[in-house]
């Protein structure tokens, strides 16, 4: 198969190698353009460029892919398959319709359900105990088109984002590579999604880690987790920011206000919550590196009473 492959993050590069590697010829890959990175602003690669030039494939970065000379561009290269793995732009329905077979996108989520951006990170947020990779027809809708493969991943108890990350990113490389033989086979079903059925989730920033203490325990862990590494859960210790990056649940005390340090020992220090209250396992205080929270409490002096 001729496939153009689009994609930008970690996440899209295992199913770029899983393509190569099956066999098919990847005749053009479309990523976004390198931005500045760190403190000198030296524009870096995305990891799907890195990947593209360490195999000698050609390379199209469109700061926008819908604009007349970016699509005009891009319709030159013929195919039998476009395959998307969070590319990060909107596509038009030139490019939908261009290809022989049809364009495919591979969802780290179990559609219909958490269409849109960061679905791997709202699993782990909203709790859910498993999540999955799917293989979709592109539509013009966000995230609407016709279901051809699914594949259910369990969500473990200590489950990270980043943890999650790498677990979809291996399923779905290995069920687009299935996927394309099943098209190309002519053996694929579509399965249009049921709309009753979607949920629609949002892009994450980083003020959407700051800490509100008056949610349940269980609802922060989660959060912790979901936000792990990227882009972190957060408050405020001594006008410091504090990142916490492990924590477990515990009983508290419903007469505490939440955001109370309930206890402090010597690799111990408890948080009251809105039911419950969260054990600090591995934290982060501005200007310092991760570390286990005995480790935190031999350089940094914490008291019972003091306020989160």
Known sequence: MRVVFMGTPDFAVGTLEAIIKAGHEVVLVVTQPDKPKGRKGELTPPPVKECALQYGLPVFQPDRIRKPENLETFLKTECDMIVVAAFGQILPKEILEHPKYCCINVHASLLPKYRGAAPIQWAIINGDEQTGVTIQKMALGIDTGDIISKAVVEIAEDETGGSLFDKLADVGAQLCVKTIADIEAGIASYEPQDESMATHVGMISKEFGIIDFTKPAKEIECLIRGLNPWPSAFTRLKGKTFKIWKASVVPGKSDCAPGTVLRVGKNEMVVQTGKDALSLLEVQIEGKKRMD???????????????L
Request: proline letters at 0%.
């Open 293 to 307: 929270i005995g480790s935190f409490l031999r350089g940094f002096e914490v008291q019972e009473g003091e306020q």
